[in-house]
């Protein structure tokens, strides 16, 4: 009989099908970190999104045999703890591969065509004012043409690679920053800011990411470009990021992920900036109907190969 708990069952609208194996399950709408422990107790295996399982909780869980995150990051897990204690770690791949490139692509029209800027202006009248039949007072860029870097070269950035091309975009995939050798069909990181109109991140949040976007690296692009960031908050400098937005290094970002989430009052100043040029959602980039359920199923999927003893998603 195998014991699992679901930590945070509210992250995913979606149905879950039980395990075809003998189990008890139990759920919970969301988890605070005192909680964790407890509520896994005698757990043979944990289901998570974003809570943390580190080797203080690991020490405390000797049953525990399996980590199903329902997501595909992983930086919430201990993994090198995990490792030494001989507990699985499974993750979910690309089952956003439609989805978070779709909002991505959203963030880069809204930004290119200034949406948000012509609708604050009709909403204040200035439409209504106007001398001819249009307002030009934003400059309007179309995607055709235009130049997409993609930083992570993974399912969803090529994905994101083939949306961009169906739209008419000239893409870059980006070399890894630092790389003494640049890949066939790759181009050097420093080269792709510089000659990118938008750039897109589609990276793991791990200790040669973190920060891998801050104020020299947006200095290095162009004043008309934008930025997007649906991978991970501490991809990219937050600070630096308001910075260049404010001094108008870059055009705009969209922003789908912060570096703490969800962001209480006062914590992070990017979701209280009043820009036209700056879009933030609140990490939905991955949360359409039909991605949550190819997730909830694939998350089964994971934790039956685990119990047969196969090898899925470790």
């Known amino acids: 009989m195998q014991h699992i708990v679901f930590l945070e069952r509210n992250t995913l609208r979606a149905e879950i099908r039980p395990p075809a194996f003998a189990h008890e399950w139990r759920e919970y709408g969301e988890t605070r970190p005192e909680e964790v422990v407890e509520r896994l107790k005698g757990a043979s295996i944990a289901v998570v999104n974003k809570v943390r399982i580190g080797e203080a909780e690991l020490r405390q869980l000797p049953a525990l045999k399996l980590i199903a995150v329902a997501a595909t990051g992983t930086d919430n897990i201990d993994l090198k703890s995990c490792r030494e204690r001989g507990v699985g770690v499974s993750n979910v791949r690309g089952y956003a591969t ?21 609708g604050r202006d009709v909403r204040a009248g200035k439409w209504q004012r106007a001398e001819q039949f249009c307002l ?8 055709h043409a235009s130049t997409l870097g993609i930083v992570g070269y993974g399912a969803l950035g090529q994905s994101m690679e083939r949306l961009a091309r169906a739209v008419g975009m000239h893409t870059l995939v980006a070399e890894h920053k630092g790389a003494g050798v640049v890949r066939e069909g790759r ?8 000659e990118s109109d938008i750039v897109t991140l589609h990276t793991p949040l791990n200790d040669e990411t973190r920060n891998l976007i801050g104020a020299a690296e947006l200095a290095m692009m162009r004043a008309e470009a934008v930025l997007i960031n649906c991978a991970r908050g501490g991809v990219v400098d937050e600070l630096a990021l308001i910075e260049a937005l404010r001094a108008g290094v870059i055009a705009g970002a969209g922003v789908d992920v912060l570096s703490r989430e969800p962001p209480r009052a006062g914590q992070n100043a990017l979701v209280e900036l009043d820009l036209p040029n700056l879009i933030v959602t609140p990490h939905i980039a991955w949360a359409s109907l039909q991605a949550m359920q190819r997730l909830a199923d694939q998350l089964v999927d994971n934790i039956e190969a685990f119990v047969r003893g196969e090898g899925r998603n470790l």
């Open 136 to 143: 030009l007072d934003h400059p309007i860029r179309d995607l």
């Open 187 to 194: 181009t050097a990181f420093a080269e792709v800011l510089r």
């Open 98 to 118: 439609h989805t978070l490139p779709e909002h991505v692509l959203m963030l880069i029209l809204a930004l290119r065509r200034n949406l948000a800027s012509y």
